[in-house]
Each structure stands twice: as C-alpha cells, then as structure tokens.
C-alpha cells in the first residue's frame, strides 16, 4: 500500500501565503490611494491658500495705489491741493497754486453696458460691488445702508484692474482672455473716502440753545466755533424726523457724556469716558439703562455721513501754517519741540507784539507793545496782502495779477496798506482785552531811519515827538479799536474881547462830540469812570499862530490842555453814554490875540487820566502839559496826521447856532481830509451842528442806495450794503471785552471776524479826499470779476485759536499742524453723486448731513430779529446749495469748476451770505469748522485670484476684502514754515467678512 502524500498541506500553506500577498498588495495599494487622495487635497488646500494669498495681495494694490496718489500729489509744499471723497484736486508743477486737474482716488465707475444687468456680459466680468451685505445680526452693509429704491441698499460699483501674469495691469472692463501666454491671473477694485468730509462723533456735540443756562452741566462752555459745535442733534432728526428738537438734543448730550461725562473733557483721565474706537460703539448706548435709545437706528440711517477720526492739515491752499489770529503766544502753533512755529524769515505765525507773552494787549503803552516784534507782524500781514498767487482767480488781460492792495489801492505802495494790516491787530486786541476801551496803536512807517530799521513800523508809544517826524512822512496810522470816537467839533469865539494887563484875549468855548458806536463792543460806559479812570478831552494845538489858549480862571499856557468829562463840562450834565449815543464835551478858554481870528486849527483827543472830583475840576480847571496825563492812554486823535483849518462862525452867530465840522462814519476820521471834504473829494463847508445825534453827512449816505451814491465808482471797493442794496453800518463791529458775557473766553473765535475789518480808513495826509465811510472786507459774493482777488479768500489765510483740555488733545489736535472735527465742502461723492460725469448712475448717493450739522444752529440775524438762528430747515437747503454748487444771484464760479478751492468761496452760493452785510454772520459761524481738504482716508479694496481657463473663461479661485484708514502727518519744517515733512501712518487696517 503506497504512502499518503501532503499535498494537500503543502496546498493549504501556498494560499495562505497568496491571501496574504494580496492583503498586503491591497493595502499598499489603499495606502498608495489615500496618499494620492491626501497629496490631492493637499495640492487643493495649498492651491486655495495660495490663491487667498494672491487675492490678498491684490487687494492690497488698491490700498497702495491709494497710498503713492496721495504721498505724490499732497507731500509736495509748492502744489495746491484740494480734496473730496473718492478724488483729488491738484495744481500744474507750471501753475503751483492753481486747481487743475482731478485725480480719481477710485479704480473707475463703470460703464453704462456692466452696468446694464440686461446686457450680455458675463457675470464673472461684472463690476465689483464694494457695498455687499454682511452677515451682521443686524443686517448692516459694509459702507452704507442707504436705499435708494424700494428697501435695497445702493450697489457702489467700481471697475476691476485686472493683472496678467506678467505683472502688467489690464484696465479694459472685458479683457482679452485668449492669450496664453500672458494670462490674467487676479483683479482688484478699491475707493478711498475722504473721513474729514463726514461728521466726527468725537469731536461733535451741539451748539447751546436760546435760553440756555451757562451753569448747567450739559452746557457747551466751548466756543461756538468750537468743533464740538457741530451739530449731533442732525444726526438724529435726519434718522427720526419726526424727533423734536429738544429730544434731538438729549440725544446728542448723551452720547457726547459716553465720552466725557462732565462735557468738558476733563475726566478722560479718571476713566470715567472714553472717545470711540469704532463707529459700532454707537450701538452699545441703546442698551445703557438709562439710555434715550434710537443711537442704533440712527448709526443704520447715517453710517455714511460719519466717522470716529478725521481731521485736516491746519494750512493754508499755499501749504503755509495760517496766522492764527491772537497776541497770545499761548495760543500759537508749535514745532514738535515746542517752540514757536516761525516763517523763513524768522516770524511767529501769530499776532507776536507784546513784551510780556498772554498779557493784556489793551494798551499800546511801551511797556507793554514791543516795537520791532510789531514791525514784524505788520510786515507779514503787508506780504499777505500782496500776494499776487491766489489759486481761485483768473488772469486779467493786461497780465498783471491782483492782489488785495492792487484792489484797495490801486495806485499806492505797501505803505498804504499797513493801515488795513493795522486793523487787524487792533480787532484782535480788543477781543483778547479784559479792558472797557483799548488803547489804539498810532504809528508811522520810519522812512529816514530816525528810530532804528529805514522803513520800520514805528508806533508812538514809543517815539513822543512822532509827529515832528510825521511832517515828514505822508503816512500816519492810527488803529481802531474798542474805543470811543469823536464826530464832530466846533468852537464859538465871543464878540468882546477881555483886557488884561494890556494883553488882549477873545473868549472860545471849545466843542467836541463823543460816539460810542452802536457795535463797538460796549453797552454803555460812564464817561467819568472808565476802567477807575476819566475820560479827558484833548486840543492839541502846538502852532502858534493865531494864537495862544489860555485858561479863564489863571491866564496860563493852554496849549496841550485836556478838558475832564465831568457833568459840569458836558452839554446837558450826562456823562453815561449808551451804545449808539453821542455825548459833547466843551471848555471854556482865552485866546491870546490881538484880533478875533477868522479861522482856527483844528486837532482833538481822548485819553484816558486820573479820576477828578467836581471840585479838583472846578478849582484847577485843566491841569498842565507834564502832568499825570502824560502817561494816559490816549483813546483817540483827530485827525491824527495834521490840524485841519476850521473856519469860524461871525461875532453875530449864537453858540446856539454855530455851525460844525463832523464826519461821515466814525472810524472814517484820521486825516484832514475827511472833516473838511466830501467822500468825492470835493471842498465841504461847515454846516449847522448835529451835537448829540447822528451826524447830516451820515445821513446823507447811511441807509441809502449806494448805486444812487457818486463814491465810490463802481470799479473800486463798494459800501457796505444790505440786502435791498442800501448803505448799511452792520459791518462795523468789535468784540465785547474779555470776560463779557459775550466774549468769555476774550478771543476771536472765528477767522470770519475778518469781515468786520474796516477797509476804508485813509492813512495819507496828504490825500485830496478822505475815507470811504462804512467799508469792510467783503465776505459775501463778490462784486467784481473773477480776475480781482474777493476778499473772502484772504480768510482762509487765518485761523482762530482752538482751546481743549490736554487729556483730549490727541483726538482734537493728533499733530501740530491739523485740526480734527472740521467739515469737508467738497463734501460730492466721486463717483456716485455726479450724473452730468457719470450718466450711467441709476441712482445718485449724497453726503450733505455734515453740512446740515455745521450749518444749524448758528447767528443768521435779521434787521427785526438780531437774535435769530438757522433752523435745522434752512440750513438743509443752504446744506443743498453748497453741495450742488447752487450760485447765488450775483454769485460767480471761482477757480476750479467741480470744487472748492477755499473755504470762503462758499460766499458765493446761495443762501450762505448774499443777503448782506447781516448774512456773513452764517460764513462767520462756520468759517472755522469747514475745510477743503482732508488728511484721513479710508480706503476700501477687494480683490481676487483669477484663473484663466483654456476655453477663455476666468474662474474666481480667491477673493479678499479690506478696509485701511490711512492717515497724513505733515510737520513744518521750522527753517522754512512749510509742510516738507510729510509721512502717512495705517490708523487702522482690518479685513471685511461679507
């Protein structure tokens, strides 16, 4: 029997190991699957980081095309620029001050046919939408939840820029997609907003209404110029018409104590408040407990027209610091070092005259006004005025530029023009001082070098024998101040003459009329008792012929002597004297000649001396040359440059009836000129007297038509009128003194306050005509064409002092050179708002409600009502008008057509002050919180990865989405005064999640 074989085993043992090799084939071959599956995904993952990285790049394209238009049109000091949201408005290297040329800061609107959702095109190459929805609870889009039909928020479409392989950039809106060799491989979109066109709700809150208490805790002790004068209670009407406008008002107090529960910034440091990081902030004051709700509602309605951070370079459109208008050095711009911010020639820009820096600049004694800081000051005021580079006026045909002095005086030098210069630091002093009358400055310009520098302004604080000198000079200067003025004078000479000891004498009374203007900043002040001392009235009569004064009671000397106005030397025993009333002083006096003379020089003054008792005056009688008087403050001289011959009246004339010489407006009366010739320069003869009341010559023009008025032609700078066109005196102001209810803070608090300067003020002796009676620099349309400079463009020149406590002083003032809080005027949206540019818009998006805020609330008098305000109504459409560029009847486009060179040029629009003379009060309520160009720019990108496909198709593989606040910080250089040092910083950069 044959042995079993293991065949079977064996068998067993081989498919073991075959079952074995295929579960190990298998799973390496699923190991080798899910490597290939997770090398696939990876690739995927890596390629979609990749292409998220791409788009990032590309989206930050935008920001830096942004970035380098901004850092090569606004850094260089000699351009002019203008700004708006969405663009720039820059000069020509060859026309530096001169707006040209808009540059889109916006990647380009598209065009009618992308727009067109009926059209062909392919969706991927529609325009990017920078307004997407977010997925916010609250159902809020990335820029604005404005609708403009039906509920849908407006689409703000921009074009793409597309990118090819090779770097270069594509700006066709349907690129060519068959080249392979250089595809497309991203695209990017952006739009940059101008922040300083939008309300700041760090900075805004409300201006105080009629009524008011000063001592309430939720009173804006600010001035109202302030930035915090801008209006949040706009906010919340335009959100809530229906809103009064008392609950507008709380609601606007509340949230300004979110940041600052006291209202006065001084408790940031406590931690009871804090300014916003973000506009989102807003929304956490609905759900405060005792909050008046509505903050949420109005964010939603109003998000567009509001920012948390802005503000503006504080220079001029010649890239200079503006002059800030106080003598206080306190107030004056800084290095970043600290000290004083100076021009190339070494001059502070601000008013810098006074030996002792934030003293009381009431009084020109030389003690207190330094001579040679003076000249300095004046002298660059005269510069200003010369300039010939005015950014927003044409070129006349004969070639030759103007300038304010050409425009004043068309014939004259700068010597002429320091008279306007002049006024203005008189202004300023007077609002800065806490005295009831300020000292004017009386000066001449040193032609022969007698007091120092050939040419110097020299005031006479300083030089006693001026006048010696003035015979040399055409020119002499006296300020106008908060002062009182005199009129009209006369004097009565007796028909008997008195024998004494031989020599014969003829008995004069002297007669001169006191005016405290209706406007000059005082109520009323008692003659008697002026700042605890005396108004006195001076004759200065230094000639000897015809003759000498002397005193009644003693027969001494008289020349020089000063009258005391006490009751027994004024006319009717009253020496209060009341805003807009005259008061006439006289003295009883000998002259010592042998003849009644038939003529009499003629030269008074005012100064203010040591109080007298009623018996010092009756038993002294004026006291002498040398005395405490020689260091009064003298008040005023007329005429200050010379005596004017005075004809006197017959032996058969009564006192009663004795005619006078008097002068047409009050300021109006520094030269001989204007007492003894008409405002045509014709020969006057004395009239019946008007003492006590306004004046014949003042009727004659006041009130009237100046169109009917001969003077001045109508080529040449025009009376003050009103809104019928008649002669008006509105103009004619100063400043309550510091501390008065009406001037707390004893500063001027608006640079529009430089239409209250008087223009017409004749400093030449010599002339052959006098002023031009009620004349101040014009803030309202121009009267003339577009090649003579207005005289609002000299406004933006200046500005005024900005107060804030230091703890807030980062967000109101973030460097030395910029302002926060101010408005934007090129306030149109490019390029959502211009249909005449844009056709194409179905729908236009409109920024006015910063306009609104600054407009409501502030001074718009009347001639019956001189306490009204602009309603939130009338500002909406003045509101209107600016952003529309609506002119005025007589209004004119100045300089570039689309924008706004200066912040006066709103002058020229409807409803902003063509009304007249009382209407520059809107310009003078907002002239210091409007601008035209900003320094903060938020800029909005998006981009994407693209991938060009073989059957000519793009495919979105990426897509970012970012919002960068960019701000400028331009330092002055102190060697030059200009804005050389410019460097731009994120604020904030952040990525936007649809």
């Known amino acids: 029997m044959k042995p079993a074989t293991h065949f079977p ?151 793409w820029v597309y990118v090819r392989e090779d770097g270069s950039f594509d700006y066709a809106e349907e690129p060519n997609l068959t080249d392979a060799a250089n595809p497309i491989t991203g695209r990017f979109a952006y739009w940059a907003d101008d922040e300083s066109s939008k309300i700041n709700i760090n900075t805004a809150w409300k201006r105080n209404a009629p009524g008011d208490s000063a001592s309430a805790a939720n009173y804006n002790t600010f001035l109202p110029t302030h930035p915090s004068g801008v209006n949040l209670g706009s906010l919340f009407t335009a959100a809530d018409p229906a809103l009064t406008p008392e609950d507008a008002r709380l609601k606007a107090d509340f949230l300004h104590a979110a940041i600052t529960p006291n209202h006065r910034y001084t408790d940031l440091t406590s931690g009871a408040g804090r300014f916003f990081n973000d506009l989102s902030e807003m929304r956490r004051l609905d759900h405060l407990t005792d909050s008046p709700g509505g903050f949420a509602k109005a964010l939603s309605s109003a998000k567009f027209q509001l920012t948390h951070y802005n503000h503006d370079p504080d220079t001029t459109f010649f890239n200079e610091p503006r002059f800030v208008l106080t003598t206080q050095e306190k107030y004056a711009p800084r290095n970043p070092d600290g000290t004083l911010m100076k021009d190339k020639n070494g001059v502070p820009y601000f008013l810098d005259i006074l030996k002792v820096a934030n003293s009381d600049p009431g009084q020109a004694s030389k003690e207190n006004i330094d001579r040679v800081k003076l000249d300095k000051t004046i002298r660059k005021l005269i510069t200003y005025l010369q300039r010939t580079d005015w950014p927003m006026t044409t070129d006349p045909p004969s070639g030759a530029r103007s300038s304010l002095q050409s425009k004043y005086y068309p014939a004259a030098n700068e010597l002429r023009l320091a008279q306007l210069a002049l006024n203005i630091v008189e202004y300023v002093r007077s609002a800065e001082s806490s005295l009831q009358l300020v000292e004017p400055i009386r000066a001449i310009i040193d032609l022969a070098g007698s007091y120092g520098a050939r040419g110097a302004f020299v005031t006479n604080a300083h030089v006693p024998d001026v006048i010696n000198v003035g015979n040399n000079v055409a020119n002499i200067y006296k300020g106008s101040t908060r002062s009182l003025f005199i009129t009209e004078v006369s004097a009565w000479v007796g028909d008997t003459p008195v024998i004494n000891s031989g020599t014969t004498y003829w008995p004069c009374e002297l007669y001169c009329e006191i005016h405290l203007p209706k406007h000059g900043g005082l109520d009323e002040i008692d003659l008697a008792n002026v700042d605890g001392k005396m108004v006195s009235v001076g004759y200065s009569y230094y000639l000897k012929d015809p003759g000498e004064f002397f005193s009644p009671a003693t027969f001494a000397p ?82 200050a440059g010379q005596p004017f011959t005075m004809t006197v009246d017959a032996p058969t004339v009564s006192k009663e009836n004795i005619r006078s010489y008097e002068v047409t407006e009050y300021n109006v009366n520094s030269v001989a000129s204007s007492w003894t010739r008409d405002e045509n320069g014709a020969a006057i003869t004395p009239g019946p007297h008007t003492f006590g009341s306004v004046n014949r010559r003042t009727l004659n023009v006041l009130g009237k038509a100046a169109a009917s008025l001969d003077f001045p032609p109508s080529s040449a700078p025009q009376f003050d009128t009103n809104k019928d066109g008649n002669v008006t005196d509105a103009g004619l102001r100063m400043p309550y003194p510091k501390g008065h209810a009406k001037n707390p803070a004893g500063i001027v608090y608006s640079a529009g306050e430089l239409g209250f300067i008087h223009t017409g003020i004749e400093s030449d002796r010599n002339s052959t005509r006098g002023g031009v009676p009620f004349r101040t620099l014009r803030l309202q349309p121009s009267r003339h064409d577009t090649s003579v400079v207005p005289d609002w463009a000299f406004m933006d020149l200046f500005s005024a002092p900005v107060v804030v406590p230091a703890s807030a ?100 629009i409807a409803g902003v002050a063509d009304q007249g003379e009382l209407s520059e009060a809107v310009l003078r309520g907002i002239a210091s919180l409007i601008t035209t160009r900003g320094s903060v720019f938020s800029i909005y990108t998006i981009g994407q990865s693209l991938q060009q496909t073989r059957s000519h198709e793009l495919r979105v593989t990426g897509e970012q989405r970012q919002r960068t606040m960019l701000e400028a910080l331009r330092q002055l250089d102190p060697a030059t005064g200009l804005a050389t040092q410019v460097k731009f910083r994120k604020v904030s950069h952040g990525d936007l999640y649809p």
Request: aromatic share 4%.
């Open 558 to 639: 008289f020349t020089g002597k000063y009258i005391p106005c006490h009751p027994t030397t004024i006319v009717g025993g009253s020496t209060v004297i009341k805003a807009g009333e005259y008061r006439v002083a006289y003295l009883k006096a000998l002259i010592k000649i042998k003849n009644r003379p038939a003529t009499m020089p003629m030269r008074l003054g005012l100064a203010l001396g040591p109080k007298l008792t009623a018996s010092q005056v009756a038993t002294e009688g004026v006291p002498d040359p040398g005395s405490v008087f020689d260091n009064a403050r003298r008040l005023e001289l007329a005429p």
């Open 809 to 908: 002083r980062p967000i109101f003032a973030p460097n030395d050179s910029a302002v926060a809080g101010r408005v934007n005027v090129n306030c149109l949206v490019e390029p959502y708002a211009d249909q005449t540019r844009h056709p194409q818009l179905a729908a236009v998006l409109e920024r006015n409600l910063p306009l609104i805020a600054v407009l409501a609330g502030v001074p718009n008098p009347s001639e019956t009502d001189p306490a009204r305000l602009l309603n939130t109504t009338v500002a909406r459409e003045i509101a209107a008008s600016i952003y529309h560029r609506r002119l005025a009847t007589a209004g004119k486009n100045y300089g570039y057509a689309g924008a706004y060179d200066s912040p006066g040029e709103i002058a020229e």
């Open 9 to 159: 085993l064996v068998a067993r043992r081989d498919g073991a190991a075959l079952i074995m090799t295929i579960i190990i084939l298998a799973l390496i071959t699923v190991m080798v699957l899910g490597f290939a599956n997770l090398v696939r995904n990876e690739t995927a993952s890596s390629s979609s980081h990749q292409d998220r990285g791409r788009a990032l790049l590309y989206t930050q394209m935008g920001t830096d095309m942004v970035t380098s238009t901004l850092r090569n049109l606004t850094a260089n000091p000699a351009l002019t620029w203008a700004s708006r949201p969405g663009a720039l408005i820059t000069a020509d290297p060859g026309e530096p001050t001169k707006l040209v040329n808009q540059t889109d800061l916006h990647s380009g609107m598209p065009s009618a046919r992308l727009l067109d959702a009926t059209s062909d095109v392919k969706a991927v190459l529609r325009p990017a939408n920078l307004n997407v929805a977010t997925l916010n609870d609250d159902g809020s889009h990335l820029i604005t939840d404005e609708v403009t039909a039906g509920s849908t928020p407006m689409a703000l479409p921009v074009r």
